[in-house]
């Protein structure tokens, strides 16, 4: 009987440690289908850069025709209209509706916080760089002859006039104030440099040549002239593209007046805060074609270089000390700053951010990922929406944490190559100047090529060699450009822990805002002192609470 018993049980016990198995693998089986889940979109983007770089690399030995590249980087071009297509009123909408929610006294303060730190990391990019470039030497002065074709030698920066760092600073404040908000949305200002016209030209009423006639380039602000003795001049041009300096200060001017203003306010703020909602409804559905632009965008572009190979191999050092630079800003600085503040693991906080950084990788863009960046950091890593509304639109035209790296290290590069000595004197005017040109770039592809011509300009290296960089920089930009983006996250997250006392008390007095203007908004005050609800079929019952009195 004992043993039975005993038999009994060890079945039993099998049978349960069975169950107990099966449950276990259930469990783990559920446990990797919920990360496949959560993470589906970063897997499919993450396939679609590299299927674009299989697409990219298998058909360039085909010598496809200039329409078969094309439409194959068609689609890549679509996505990025309909991302760009988002941009504007993404800004406005989140500046706005961020800005208003919080206390002027707060927005100041968070605003001073984003400046602070986006100047630091800057800073801390060009002296990363210098020093990387001045340890590693990318340059040899060998290289101009090998990769210097009759192309290069023919654009118009071996005889051009450049802008100074004091018109790239003052092109900033002209468009941090611009006159005119609808043309803001349209064109920015640029200073560039004409040749002025002789006394005898403008007596005799004729006019110059059209073979001499200034050459003005819209992607670069550089002139050529044929002449060689001429008087220049500077003047402030309007070229297209948005002035996002112009249109995000007075989205803050706006916003945060508008929050002062108290109940005659709450439809204006509801108004953009819808329009944030439903543009971040129109993200969630773009999202679904990112594995097609981006492979399209990538693979459009690797076809479309001349000869990869030998570039790559002729600049292999200098492409290498920029990866190098990024790599440890994003794996080291960038963490050590993130732990030092928050206190929270901050490599989590990177994974969550994969997507817009292949996004931005793609695109070479940090406003073309601004929407997809949004998301992550509202959904994923629940980063509070008043702050990201704030830093992450200000940091996208501001913050160039990568530029600043990029044209410290191309100053040094091209120094190098064409046998220059810096002194300390010059290596502190790289810096600096890496330093306020990042700040005064625009968030477009090969911004950083133009403000590089500045910074060559302040240490009398020859411009003329930063033709080199031209060929490379459809790579480099895209590196760099995750830099950019990760800077604006990461300062998020810092200034939102830096404000987060500052947030409660802004919450508080929110809240006692909303139920005065719900109350004032919802109930009328009639004539005999009693308050009603103004939506129809509604009572108010008035209940009297006595406190009962107790008979001991």
Known sequence: MAQSQQSFLKQEAGHLSREDTLLKMADHRSNW???LADNKLILITLSGVLLGVIIGFT???LGLSSDSLMLIAYPGELFMRVLKLMILPLVIASLISGSSSLNAKLNGKIALRTFVYFLT???LNAILGTTLALIIHPGNPNTD???QTDSLRDTPLTKARTVSLMDSVLDLGRNIFPDNIFQAALQQAHTVYVPKESPALAGNGTELSQTSAPITSSSVNLVEWSESNVEWTRIVEYRSGTNSLGIVFFCLVFGTLLGTIGRKGYVVVQFFSAIFDVIMKMVTGVMWLTPIGISSVIAGKI???????FVMTQLAWFIFTI???VFLYQWVILQAIYFAFVRKNPFRFYLGLVQPILTGFATASTAAALPLTF???NERLKIDSRITRFVLPIGCNINMDGTALFIAVASIFIAQMSNMTLNLGQVVTVVLTSTAASMSSASIPSAALVLLLIALSAIDAPINNATLLFAIDWFVDRIRTTNNLLGDCYAAAVVEHLSRNELKISDIDAYYKDDDITSDDQCEQEVNGKRKLS????????????TPVSNT
């Open 535 to 546: 939506f129809p079929n509604s009572v108010i019952l008035n209940v009297e609470v006595s």
């Open 323 to 325: 990866a190098l630079g």
């Open 33 to 35: 289908s919920r990360v």
């Open 375 to 377: 998301r992550c950091m």
């Open 121 to 123: 990391t800057s800073l």
């Open 59 to 61: 058909f360039r030995p």
């Open 145 to 147: 002859d090998a990769v």
């Open 303 to 309: 076809l479309s270089v001349d000869d990869i190979g």
